[in-house]
């Protein structure tokens, strides 16, 4: 019967090697993605399913949550996130216009710097907050401390900011090509119809509106499911926020699965909800007036005084985002406490005791080594399912995938790492001889399975833009399936694939919550470990680690970009060059495929995420 | 319909001749889902021969053609390439292993490799070392236009420019058969034109079978040795270009190759090669398509072909006078498929009309003309323009008029 089924298997992979590809990586989706979250999910309702109650069916667990305060954390919840993207939103939009439609310097330095936001992971811009305005911050050194201020930053108003701030990146870049785009002919045709300026603004904003409640809900959707200043500012604070009760629940023992389940669904239809108004809002307002054959405005020049606002705008923005935060962990790192701002009290003494307490250089090695395996994992399997979504042949079973990415990225890291524990320590799989839970390759199934939604949105929009005909070339001229893939249309993909690799190392080496949750004992990853040190009262040590963390996770980047600029075949970075000196063949001839970075590329992918 | 090819190639030099035809395709059909795109294809090429594949877009002509390389996988069928077996039950050989090249509609050059690259990936089956590959695609850029090109991208390089390192990919392995998809489409007249007269006289000059695709009738005329007409996934006519243009095998294949205009009317008297119609009281002569003339009273269509019509004058003399004999002499070499040969003064027809609208082509001007009734024709040519609503005679020659019994099936064409 073995050989007779291996025959059969054989047979069915000659067949239609492709169809059993596709059933392969649905298993592994299903088995990464699926499974863990809904074992724990089912929870809430069903808590004897998994032996965790009596009931097959009961509401208690809602009762109960309830009880313990969710109603309150969701509310809070929901309102410093609609504060969050509300200010994320607004300074997009500034940001916006300014690169897209002013002359203003420096504006094109904006991507790079949003791209800096994204990266430092929000409980550090946390940290940093904390330590400017704490009575032993860097406010405090300068003699300007107050009491107002910091009761105002480490409060719900500045958990709204610092949600708001972080998710700016995302409001831009979907803001950003749309406004862009705007202006030109419409502009025009208003003015030689008999408007003004103002007439002019008034037509124009509304075709703006998808895009800026598409802005607006992706950084709602993440800023409900953010932990890192959940388990910061807000902790701190007393101000207690979803992400941080679900956490409780796990925390506690005996750990309230059905309680946290409860919390989780909160998370997810609070999120859903969103995401449904948002696919709702760009169904019903068009993109078309945005087109192919629409001419956008000439940038507007602006005189010195309209240069020096624009420019000091950004810098109150970029500051706020991340020069402050980060001031207050590098100053943190380096003043003594309580010793005033001076040359004086300047050490080196929290970076020497990096060194010299054992164990914690071991949290960036082993966050290094995770993130590396980890991160090729995630961006092999984003790239495979990316391809899949992306393929024209795509049926029943691409759609379902793609709304099963969809769902993953509405889920918090929180509720993933809350499913791997639930689902990994159940006895069955014990006694089936799984014993993952505990294991650093849970973790590292756990780092994936969170990473690999977001990483298949953002290689999504590179893999829709190569066209099948570069394959088809390759494998009529003689070359196979696998060096179709290597010499023909991988190399087209080499940016956007390293750009998500690194991104994928970057979030994983500085991830929270999954690390938080999953860690096995005596396995501390670099940011439990920067919490860790901070929650005992260690705050030079934490903010120390927390620099050389983010120097390193930079570093890294700096270095796999300039090794891809060295080493890399001249065509792998400059074939979109432009002709020299006749207009080169139209665009349908050449796949478009964006340097990640830049604005058209983020824009698709950011906004796929959603 | 499953047509054989109907003309042997010429012997080519220096190419031995194989006695499997180049593509022998069979009962071929391909489905997805439910749509059938190709519905039950037969066709045969010959070694050496140029088959050009014809019709609208969803006529299956790209999916064939797709078909032939290995990208599609039939749903039933065969196909075989030089006697061996691609495509069959149990079988499918992948596109790497058919030994054939393929010129894309969109050119399908690696952007990431210079045009040298693109054209020495094609070489690297041939177990050549790098110097050869490099030295031949050279070569082969030069022989197509595009010396001293050889380093740049194609992102610096015009449309036209970019398909010649198309063409030259494809021909520098010197394969048996070559595939061509819309080659053309995306260029302008002018590139279009000088290109085609290219890969005609190259893909001769390699003698290669070719098959190649493209909706435009003109270039499949200009190009084909045998045309293959699809409709709707069916192959509804396989004839040389002579023969499709004069004996149409139905009415799609007579709109999609060009008409002046339609009249409709009643079948009168035949005298064994012309058919005299009734259109509202007025003869008109033509010929019967698909067999027997139809009898005396049954409702027909005439399907004018622009070289059927020219304008003459009132009291005999005709205008334009070189179009005139252009449309009146037969051409040589050409055959009818129903037996009927062509006579030296075919009988016409002299209708009233007037002009509607008269564009300058630079040669001269095309009208469009209004005849009694209302039916109006489009493309008559004329060395002077005639005024808007002008009263003029037009002159209808029986050759090019294609009678119809309009019992018969219309697949009208969507162009």
Redesign the interface.
């Known amino acids: 019967m073995g050989s007779g089924l291996a025959l059969s298997l054989h047979q069915a992979v000659r067949r239609s090697p492709a169809g059993l590809a596709r059933l392969g990586m649905a298993a592994v989706v299903t088995v990464l993605l699926v499974v863990p979250p809904a074992c724990f999910l089912i929870q809430a309702v069903a808590p004897r399913l998994f032996d965790q109650g009596t009931s097959w069916l009961t509401w208690s667990n809602v009762s109960s949550a309830l009880s313990d305060g969710l109603g309150r954390a969701l509310l809070d919840s929901v309102a410093v996130s609609l504060g969050a993207g509300l200010l994320a939103v607004v300074c997009a939009a500034v940001l916006a216009f300014i690169s897209e439609k002013t002359t203003a310097p420096g504006r094109r330095l904006f991507v790079l710097a949003l791209w800096a936001v994204l990266l430092v992971p929000s409980y550090l811009v946390a940290v940093g907050w904390e330590e400017i305005v704490l009575k032993s911050g860097l406010l405090s050194s300068m003699g300007l401390w107050n009491h107002t201020v910091q009761t105002t930053v480490l409060g719900p108003v500045g958990v709204a900011f610092v949600l708001g701030f972080k998710g700016m990146p995302f409001a831009y870049f979907a803001l950003a090509p749309s406004m862009g785009a705007l202006g030109g002919d419409i502009e025009h045709s208003v003015r030689v119809h008999g408007g003004g300026k103002l007439d002019a603004i008034r037509v124009i904003t509304p075709l703006l509106l998808p895009a800026i409640m598409s802005g607006f809900v992706i950084v709602f959707a993440e800023s409900v499911g953010d932990f890192g200043v959940a388990t910061t500012i807000a902790a701190s604070a007393h101000f207690p926020v979803a992400t941080y009760t679900l956490y409780e629940s796990i925390s506690t023992f005996p750990a309230n699965f059905g309680v946290a389940a409860v919390v989780g669904w909160s998370l997810i239809g609070t999120v859903a909800l969103a995401l449904v108004l948002q696919n709702g809002l760009m169904r019903s307002r068009s993109f078309v007036v945005v087109s192919g054959r629409s001419r956008a405005g000439a940038p507007r020049t602006l005189g010195r005084a309209g240069n020096s606002v624009a420019v000091g705008f950004a810098a109150v923005v970029f500051g706020a985002s991340l020069g402050v935060p980060l001031l207050g962990v590098v100053s943190s790192s380096l003043l003594v406490p309580f010793k005033g701002l001076h040359l004086s009290s300047l050490t080196l003494s929290n970076y020497k005791g990096l060194l010299g307490v054992s164990g914690l250089s071991g949290p960036i090695r082993f966050s290094a080594e995770i993130g590396l395996v980890c991160g090729l994992a995630t961006v092999t399997l984003g790239a495979v399912l990316a391809r899949t979504m992306a393929s024209s042949r795509r049926g029943v079973g691409g759609k379902i995938l793609d709304m099963a990415l969809l769902v993953a990225v509405a889920l918090p890291g929180v509720v993933f790492a809350a499913g791997y524990i639930f689902a990994y320590n159940l006895p069955f799989l014990a006694h089936a001889g799984i014993d993952l839970y505990g294991t650093v390759p849970l973790l590292g199934m756990a780092y994936v399975a969170n990473a690999v939604p977001q990483s298949t949105r953002i290689m999504l929009g590179p893999f829709s833009q190569i066209?099948d005909?570069?394959l088809?070339?390759?494998?009529?001229?003689?070359?196979?399936?696998a060096r179709s893939w290597r010499?023909?249309v991988l190399?087209?993909l080499a940016r956007p694939l390293l750009w998500a690799a690194l991104l994928a190392f970057s979030g994983l080496f500085l991830e929270l919550p999954i690390s938080e949750l999953l860690a096995p004992p005596g396995v501390v990853p670099v940011s439990v470990a920067i919490l860790s040190v901070l929650g005992k009262a260690n705050i030079g040590q934490g903010t120390a680690l927390s620099v050389v963390a983010v120097a390193f996770t930079l570093g890294v980047v700096g270095v796999c970009l300039g090794l891809f600029r060295l080493l890399a075949?001249p065509?792998?970075r400059?074939?979109?060059?432009?002709?020299?000196a006749?207009?080169?063949?139209?665009s349908?001839?050449?796949?478009t495929t964006a340097a990640p970075g830049s604005e058209s590329t983020i824009q698709t992918d950011l906004v796929a995420v959603s | 319909m499953n047509s054989r090819a109907t003309q042997p190639a010429d012997p080519v030099q220096g190419r031995p001749q194989s006695t499997f035809p180049a593509v022998d395709v069979a009962d071929l059909t391909k489905a997805f889902g439910s749509k059938v795109a190709v519905d039950n294809v037969g066709l045969e090429v010959a070694p050496g021969q140029f088959v050009v594949l014809l019709g609208p877009s969803g006529s299956g002509k790209t999916t064939l053609l797709r078909c032939i390389a290995g990208i599609e996988r039939p749903s039933a069928g065969r196909i075989r390439i030089g006697g061996v077996e691609m495509d069959g039950p149990g079988t499918h050989l992948p596109p790497e292993k058919r030994d054939l090249a393929m010129v894309f509609q969109d050119y399908a050059l690696w952007p990431h490799m210079t045009a040298e690259q693109n054209v020495s990936f094609a070489l690297r089956r041939r177990g050549l070392n790098l110097q050869e590959r490099r030295a031949r695609s050279v070569l082969a850029l030069a022989q197509v236009g595009l010396a001293g090109l050889e380093g740049r991208y194609p992102g610096q390089l015009s449309g036209g420019e970019q398909q010649r390192v198309a063409l030259a990919r494809a021909l520098v392995a010197e394969p048996s058969l070559l595939l061509f998809d819309e080659p053309l489409s995306n260029l302008d007249a002018d590139r279009r034109e000088h290109l085609r007269v290219d890969i005609g006289a190259m893909v001769r000059r390699l003698g290669a079978a070719a098959v190649y695709i493209t909706h435009d009738q003109a270039e499949a005329f200009a190009l084909a040795d045998v045309v293959g007409v699809l409709d709707q996934g069916r192959l509804v006519q396989l004839a040389a270009p002579e023969t499709v243009y004069r004996d149409p095998a139905s009415e799609f294949v007579a709109r999609f190759t060009g008409l002046a205009g339609e009249l409709e009317g009643i079948a009168a008297d035949f005298d064994g090669t012309h058919l005299t119609v009734d259109v509202s009281g007025h003869e008109i002569y033509g010929r019967p398509m698909l067999g027997e003339a139809p009898e005396t009273g049954t409702p027909v269509r005439v399907l004018i072909r622009p070289t059927a019509a020219h304008f003459g004058g009132s009291d005999g003399r005709e205008l334009g006078g070189r179009f005139m004999s252009r449309a009146l002499s037969p051409a040589p070499g050409l055959s009818a498929s129903n037996g009927s040969g062509r006579t030296r003064n075919p009988p016409s027809a002299t209708l009233d009309a007037v002009a509607l609208d008269s564009a300058f082509r630079g040669w001269g001007y095309d009208h469009v003309i209004e005849l009694a009734g209302g039916r109006r024709l489009s493309g008559i040519p004329n060395s002077q323009r005639l005024r808007f609503e002008s009263r003029a005679q037009i002159v209808l020659s029986a050759d090019g008029c294609l009678v119809f019994a309009t019992s018969q099936p219309t697949r009208r064409a969507s162009l």
């Open positions: 066209h005909s570069l088809h070339a390759a494998r009529v001229h003689g070359a196979g399936w010499s023909g190399p087209l075949p065509g792998w400059n074939w979109q060059r432009p002709a020299p006749e207009a080169p063949a139209a349908a001839a050449t796949p």
